[in-house]
């Protein structure tokens, strides 16, 4: 069965960084193309990165040059570093696999920006 | 703003059809990318509903039923269920973006 549990959301002031992350089970990481996906309070969804199975990385404009997906292989792990963090990032951040749709979702994990 | 537009919001009785509409552009539905449907329960993680803009995944009812046309895809539910009161998404690929695309979402009410 495939399984992906996020974690490392919290509370951060504005400014500061925090880094996400998504380990699985029941399939591989590096095998998949591996996306983050959020999800502000009351909002609709927004793909925010990218990681492809050949190991390059693509983020929406919104988070680029601050948001960093990366993943260890040996953990079979995904990771989302996020730093200058603004209010707007403010969202339930999930982890999600995919070719060309998002078919495996994490729970998701919260992360708030506010001082 | 997002990049598909949906109603915000249907409704219907139960036993019903409803259709959630799906409306891009040349960028992405027009240029031939699949357009995929999600169903989020309140409180859950979005579910895969349709991909491939007419597929079910093993274990969705065929209740549930999409289509794609043009620039445009449309989700049909018929014989609505209280369990099936929530938010619906449309996605797709946009090729100016270089990135993967929502719409804003639907809320489902079932009366």
């Known amino acids: 069965e495939v399984q992906l549990v996020e974690s490392g959301g919290g509370l951060v002031q504005p400014g500061g960084s925090l880094r996400l992350s998504c380990a699985a089970s029941?399939?591989?990481?590096?095998?998949?193309?591996m996306s983050w996906v959020r999800q502000a309070p009351g909002k609709g969804l927004e793909w925010v990165s990218v990681?492809?199975?050949?190991?390059?990385?693509y983020s929406a404009d919104s988070v680029k040059g601050r948001f960093t997906i990366s993943r260890d292989n040996s953990k079979n792990t995904l990771y989302l570093q996020m730093n200058s963090l603004r209010a707007e990032d403010t969202a339930v951040y999930y982890c999600?696999?995919?070719?060309?749709?998002?078919?495996?979702w994490g729970q998701g994990t919260l992360v708030t920006v506010s001082s | 703003q997002s990049v598909l537009t949906q109603p915000p919001s249907v409704s219907g009785a139960p036993g019903q059809r409803v259709t959630i509409s799906c409306t891009g552009s040349s960028s992405n539905i027009g240029a031939g990318y699949d357009v995929h449907w999600y169903q989020q329960l309140r409180g859950t993680a979005p579910k895969l509903l349709i991909y491939?803009?007419?597929n079910r995944p093993s274990g969705v009812p065929d209740r549930f039923s999409g289509s794609k046309s043009g620039t445009s895809a449309s989700l049909a539910i018929t014989g609505l269920q209280a369990e099936d009161d929530g938010d619906y998404y449309c996605q797709s690929y946009d090729n100016s973006l270089s990135g993967w695309v929502f719409g804003g979402g639907t809320k489902l009410t079932v009366l």
């Open positions: 029941g399939f591989t990481v590096s095998s998949n193309y």
């Open positions: 999600a696999s995919h070719p060309d749709y998002f078919d495996y």
């Open positions: 990681i492809y199975s050949d190991g390059s990385t």
């Open positions: 491939g803009n007419s």
